[in-house]
């Protein structure tokens, strides 16, 4: 089992940076690949990046790539969501996951790939 926690989310002005962090429990989090959601109320879940078990495969969705980098801390057994340029379209609640998937081969970039969630934070671009 893992759990996860993220953090860092805010009000940040257009154009901004702000790093969202996901804290995670259990040893097993190593051997997992890590995505990052978000979720406007009334649309459907987003990919917005993902990185697999062994941090050798990463990716990210077209609306994010160049701005955001994913990164993840074994040793802390966390991963991050690093966001630069910030736009108002950016403003969601933004999720971490997990998987038992290595997603080393291949992208896992939809939310069925991802067997735990962690609660959200909210990220709020401002004009």
């Known amino acids: 089992q893992v759990q996860l926690a993220e953090s860092g989310g805010g009000l940040v002005q257009v154009g901004g940076s702000l790093t969202l962090s996901c804290a995670a429990s259990?040893?097993?989090?190593?051997?997992?690949?890590v995505g990052w959601f978000r979720q406007v109320p009334g649309k459907e879940r987003e990919f917005v990046a993902g990185?697999?078990?062994?941090?050798?495969?990463?990716y990210y969705s077209d609306s994010v790539k160049g701005r955001f980098t994913i990164a993840r801390d074994y040793a802390k057994n966390m991963a991050f969501l690093q966001m630069s340029s910030l736009k108002p379209e950016d403003t969601a609640a933004y999720y971490c996951a997990a998987t038992t998937y290595g997603c080393s081969g291949s992208e896992c970039t939809e939310d069925t790939d991802y067997h735990y969630w962690g609660q959200g934070t909210q990220v709020t671009v401002s004009s």
């Open positions: 990185i697999s078990w062994n941090g050798g495969n990463i």
């Open positions: 259990g040893r097993a989090f190593s051997t997992h690949a």
